[in-house]
Protein backbone atom coordinates (compact mmCIF):
# COMPACT_ATOMS: atom_id res chain seq x y z
CA UNK A 1 0.00 0.00 0.00
CA UNK A 2 1.49 3.66 -0.66
CA UNK A 3 0.09 6.78 1.06
CA UNK A 4 1.61 9.69 -0.95
CA UNK A 5 0.85 13.20 1.01
CA UNK A 6 -2.48 12.19 2.16
CA UNK A 7 -2.43 10.68 5.72
CA UNK A 8 -2.34 14.68 7.35
CA UNK A 9 -6.03 14.60 5.46
CA UNK A 10 -7.15 11.80 7.28
CA UNK A 11 -9.79 12.71 9.57
CA UNK A 12 -9.79 9.53 12.23
CA UNK A 13 -5.82 8.64 12.01
CA UNK A 14 -6.24 6.22 14.26
CA UNK A 15 -8.96 4.39 12.88
CA UNK A 16 -7.26 4.56 8.70
CA UNK A 17 -4.10 3.03 10.58
CA UNK A 18 -6.55 0.26 12.19
CA UNK A 19 -8.35 -0.38 8.72
CA UNK A 20 -5.06 -0.59 6.76
CA UNK A 21 -3.69 -2.63 9.00
CA UNK A 22 -6.37 -5.26 8.92
CA UNK A 23 -6.02 -5.33 5.54
CA UNK A 24 -2.74 -5.49 4.94
CA UNK A 25 -1.66 -8.95 4.28
CA UNK A 26 1.38 -10.74 6.06
CA UNK A 27 4.92 -9.73 4.59
CA UNK A 28 2.85 -6.74 3.23
CA UNK A 29 3.93 -3.42 3.46
CA UNK A 30 2.97 0.23 3.63
CA UNK A 31 4.75 3.32 2.04
CA UNK A 32 3.88 6.92 3.85
CA UNK A 33 5.38 9.75 1.98
CA UNK A 34 4.63 13.11 3.61
CA UNK A 35 6.13 16.21 4.54
CA UNK A 36 7.26 16.96 7.68
CA UNK A 37 6.47 20.07 9.60
CA UNK A 38 8.33 19.94 12.44
CA UNK A 39 11.71 19.41 10.26
CA UNK A 40 11.14 22.35 7.63
CA UNK A 41 14.00 24.43 7.35
CA UNK A 42 13.22 27.09 5.26
CA UNK A 43 9.52 26.71 3.02
CA UNK A 44 8.78 29.11 1.00
CA UNK A 45 5.14 28.53 2.16
CA UNK A 46 5.61 28.80 5.67
CA UNK A 47 7.39 32.26 5.42
CA UNK A 48 4.96 33.96 3.96
CA UNK A 49 1.93 32.32 5.58
CA UNK A 50 3.50 31.14 9.02
CA UNK A 51 -0.40 30.39 10.03
CA UNK A 52 0.24 27.25 7.88
CA UNK A 53 2.53 26.15 9.68
CA UNK A 54 0.93 25.91 12.86
CA UNK A 55 -2.32 24.16 11.27
CA UNK A 56 0.00 21.62 9.50
CA UNK A 57 1.22 20.79 13.41
CA UNK A 58 -2.25 20.14 14.00
CA UNK A 59 -2.72 17.97 11.01
CA UNK A 60 0.06 16.38 10.15
CA UNK A 61 1.38 13.73 12.94
CA UNK A 62 4.88 13.93 14.07
CA UNK A 63 7.47 10.96 12.38
CA UNK A 64 8.21 9.56 16.24
CA UNK A 65 3.84 8.93 16.98
CA UNK A 66 3.11 7.64 13.42
CA UNK A 67 5.57 5.34 14.21
CA UNK A 68 4.63 3.95 17.32
CA UNK A 69 1.31 3.75 16.10
CA UNK A 70 2.12 1.31 13.69
CA UNK A 71 4.53 -0.44 15.59
CA UNK A 72 1.66 -0.83 18.29
CA UNK A 73 -0.14 -2.22 15.66
CA UNK A 74 2.55 -5.20 14.65
CA UNK A 75 4.45 -3.48 11.82
CA UNK A 76 7.90 -3.16 11.67
CA UNK A 77 9.35 0.33 10.90
CA UNK A 78 11.76 2.09 9.18
CA UNK A 79 11.55 5.80 9.21
CA UNK A 80 13.84 8.56 8.13
CA UNK A 81 13.19 12.57 7.38
CA UNK A 82 14.99 13.67 4.30
CA UNK A 83 15.77 17.31 3.13
CA UNK A 84 15.69 18.60 -0.35
CA UNK A 85 17.41 22.00 -0.23
CA UNK A 86 16.18 24.06 -3.74
CA UNK A 87 16.59 27.50 -4.63
CA UNK A 88 13.23 29.38 -5.46
CA UNK A 89 12.56 32.84 -7.80
CA UNK A 90 10.61 34.92 -6.36
CA UNK A 91 7.97 35.41 -9.59
CA UNK A 92 7.51 31.93 -9.50
CA UNK A 93 6.19 31.27 -6.02
CA UNK A 94 4.12 34.23 -6.92
CA UNK A 95 2.20 32.47 -9.34
CA UNK A 96 1.97 29.29 -7.15
CA UNK A 97 0.58 30.96 -4.27
CA UNK A 98 -2.53 33.23 -6.23
CA UNK A 99 -3.37 29.73 -7.59
CA UNK A 100 -3.60 27.76 -4.13
CA UNK A 101 -1.65 24.82 -5.28
CA UNK A 102 -1.03 23.00 -2.24
CA UNK A 103 -3.44 21.88 0.69
CA UNK A 104 -1.68 24.44 3.33
CA UNK A 105 -3.22 27.38 1.35
CA UNK A 106 -6.27 25.92 1.05
CA UNK A 107 -6.89 25.38 4.96
CA UNK A 108 -5.87 29.01 6.04
CA UNK A 109 -8.57 31.59 6.48
CA UNK A 110 -8.92 34.02 3.92
CA UNK A 111 -7.26 37.09 5.74
CA UNK A 112 -4.54 34.92 6.61
CA UNK A 113 -3.98 34.26 3.47
CA UNK A 114 -4.10 37.70 1.49
CA UNK A 115 -1.71 39.00 4.37
CA UNK A 116 0.66 36.16 3.21
CA UNK A 117 0.11 37.13 -0.45
CA UNK A 118 0.49 40.76 0.05
CA UNK A 119 4.05 39.50 1.17
CA UNK A 120 4.86 37.60 -1.37
CA UNK A 121 3.59 40.41 -4.06
CA UNK A 122 5.73 43.06 -2.31
CA UNK A 123 9.01 40.92 -2.31
CA UNK A 124 7.82 40.29 -6.21
CA UNK A 125 7.42 43.89 -6.47
CA UNK A 126 10.62 44.92 -4.98
CA UNK A 127 12.82 41.87 -6.91
CA UNK A 128 11.03 39.26 -9.39
CA UNK A 129 13.88 37.39 -9.66
CA UNK A 130 14.93 37.16 -6.25
CA UNK A 131 16.35 33.66 -5.36
CA UNK A 132 14.98 31.63 -1.83
CA UNK A 133 16.16 29.27 -0.15
CA UNK A 134 13.39 26.62 0.14
CA UNK A 135 13.90 23.19 1.89
CA UNK A 136 11.27 20.90 3.09
CA UNK A 137 11.41 18.11 5.93
CA UNK A 138 10.13 14.68 4.42
CA UNK A 139 9.11 11.70 6.31
CA UNK A 140 9.65 8.62 3.96
CA UNK A 141 7.95 6.04 5.93
CA UNK A 142 8.04 1.64 5.39
CA UNK A 143 6.24 -0.58 7.40
CA UNK A 144 6.33 -3.99 6.90
CA UNK A 145 3.68 -6.42 8.17
CA UNK A 146 4.76 -10.13 10.14
CA UNK A 147 5.06 -13.00 8.10
CA UNK A 148 2.47 -15.10 8.40
CA UNK A 149 2.66 -18.05 11.30
CA UNK A 150 1.95 -21.28 9.47
CA UNK A 151 0.88 -24.16 11.49
CA UNK A 152 0.29 -27.92 10.97
CA UNK A 153 0.41 -31.64 11.50
Not at 66 to 72: G, Q, R, S, T
Not at 131 to 146: I, Q, R, S, T
Amino acid sequence: MFSTLAFHHYDDKPRALAEITRVLQPGGYLKITNMDPWSVRAWWLYRFFPSAQVIDQQRFWPADKLVAALEARGLRVDARIEHNPRQQIAKDLLSRAEMRVTSQLAVIDEELYQEGLARVRALVATDPDAVLHDEVGWLHLVALAPPSVRGGP
